[in-house]
């Protein structure tokens, strides 16, 4: 089941019910059978449900986190981060190595033509946090994947420029 479906269903059906009961006490003179105002309830909760649920949720997006930046002096160093999954963004991922240290930033790779996520990335830490997070993190399970985490190695320059 969806999980906005799971999330709405029960107010879907409340409210089909609570539709039913006006029409069924409010409107006898319309002369309608009970299976008519049944479902005249559900389509009613089914259309008013789903836009309720997304004004809910836009209202609750639209309040800005101010999330403080870290100003780490001391020295950093950066991780290779291989196996994500194509869903995490910066903020997850950033998320989860702070819970064994300071993350400084964090750079994940897009294809260039389509933009999508390329399952790999670099967080930048402070040295004294590295091992620790290279420890605890390569192998771990992460959104279903096994994260690879190691350090990252210094991009290494083409010095044949005439290919």
Known sequence: MLPTLRVSLPYTLALAVLAYLGFAFALPSLGLDQEILVVIGVV???????VLVDVKANRSDSVP???????????????YVGNLPYRANEDVVKELFQRFGV?????????RQ????????FVEV??????KMIQKL????????TLKVREAKERQENDDSDE
């Open 44 to 50: 009613l909760a089914g259309i008013l449900v789903p």
């Open 65 to 79: 986190t101010i999330k403080a930046p870290i100003d780490y002096k001391g020295e950093t160093t950066t991780l």
């Open 126 to 131: 402070a040295e004294k946090d590295g091992a």
């Open 103 to 111: 993350v400084v930033n964090v750079r994940l790779m897009k294809d």
């Open 114 to 121: 389509t933009g999508r996520r390329r399952g790999f990335g």
């Open 138 to 145: 390569n192998d771990f399970s992460f959104q279903e994947r």
